[in-house]
């Protein structure tokens, strides 16, 4: 039998001192409030009630030390994946009102349909859903939790959704340790909840690609 539902966690806050954009770079991990939001995300869905069959995770520092609280309460050791990494981006290491100001950063914008300052939507969609297949059907049963990104999660939801990918980053709905959870009905992916079971007023949110 595959998965009952399936989970996608956003990692918590990260130490981000400078306020760059972080995208792939080594070395951001959570900061103390980030893993405080990471514990949360996990007992929010153990308080479901229902069996976490499959843990998975992106490879980077953030997504790793989020997905220990899920280690801790359910006892599995997370598949990491990097399927749902974050996207690539032109920008990373740089604050983004500054890179903005800067008239020979524009020439990265002159397609944000794709987008042509990272990873193309439609490849990052592809992957994702590659990746969450995969996890649904290797699962005996249960629910599985999948520990990605902003951005991933997403443009997940607009796909599943049937909405355009192209979109404003400022509006995403995809809080700092939020869950977006979704099932497969008839061979397609529908999405069936959504929630913020962390505390992140005050939180640093600058960061994400």
């Given at each position: 039998?595959?998965?009952?539902?399936?989970?996608?966690?956003?990692?918590?806050?990260?130490?981000?001192?400078?306020?760059?954009?972080?995208?792939?770079?080594?070395?951001?991990?959570?900061?103390?409030?980030?893993?405080?939001?990471?514990?949360?995300?996990?007992?929010?869905?153990?308080?479901?009630?229902?069996?976490?069959?499959?843990?998975?995770?992106?490879?980077?520092?953030?997504?790793?030390?989020?997905?220990?609280?899920?280690?801790?309460i359910?006892?599995?050791?997370?598949?990491?994946?990097?399927?749902?990494?974050?996207?690539?981006?032109?920008?990373?290491?740089?604050?983004?009102?500054?890179?903005?100001?800067?008239?020979?950063?524009?020439?990265?914008?002159?397609?944000?349909?794709?987008?042509?300052?990272?990873?193309?939507?439609?490849?990052?969609?592809?992957?994702?859903?590659?990746?969450?297949?995969?996890?649904?059907?290797?699962?005996?049963?249960?629910?599985?939790?999948?520990?990605?990104?902003?951005?991933?999660?997403?443009?997940?939801?607009?796909a599943?959704?049937?909405?355009?990918?192209?979109?404003?980053?400022?509006?995403r709905?995809?809080?700092?340790?939020?869950?977006?959870?979704?099932?497969?009905?008839?061979?397609?992916?529908?999405?069936?909840?959504?929630a913020?079971?962390?505390?992140?007023?005050?939180?640093?949110?600058?960061?994400?690609?």
């Amino acid at each position: 039998m595959p998965a009952d539902r399936l989970h996608l966690v956003r990692h918590g806050e990260v130490h981000n001192p400078r306020r760059v954009l972080y995208g792939r770079l080594p070395g951001y991990g959570l900061s103390e409030a980030g893993r405080r939001m990471a514990r949360q995300a996990a007992e929010w869905v153990q308080s479901m009630d229902r069996p976490v069959a499959a843990l998975w995770s992106s490879p980077l520092q953030r997504t790793r030390e989020s997905a220990e609280p899920f280690t801790e309460i359910f006892g599995l050791e997370p598949r990491i994946d990097d399927r749902i990494i974050e996207p690539t981006n032109v920008f990373e290491g740089r604050r983004m009102v500054r890179a903005l100001l800067n008239p020979w950063n524009w020439r990265h914008l002159r397609k944000p349909a794709l987008p042509s300052w990272g990873e193309p939507y439609a490849d990052v969609v592809a992957r994702m859903n590659a990746a969450m297949t995969e996890a649904w059907e290797s699962a005996d049963s249960g629910d599985v939790v999948m520990v990605s990104h902003q951005l991933p999660i997403w443009i997940t939801h607009l796909a599943v959704a049937g909405l355009p990918t192209q979109h404003d980053p400022r509006r995403r709905r995809c809080a700092l340790s939020s869950v977006t959870s979704f099932e497969m009905v008839d061979n397609k992916w529908t999405e069936v909840a959504y929630a913020e079971p962390a505390a992140t007023a005050g939180a640093v949110d600058v960061g994400a690609v």
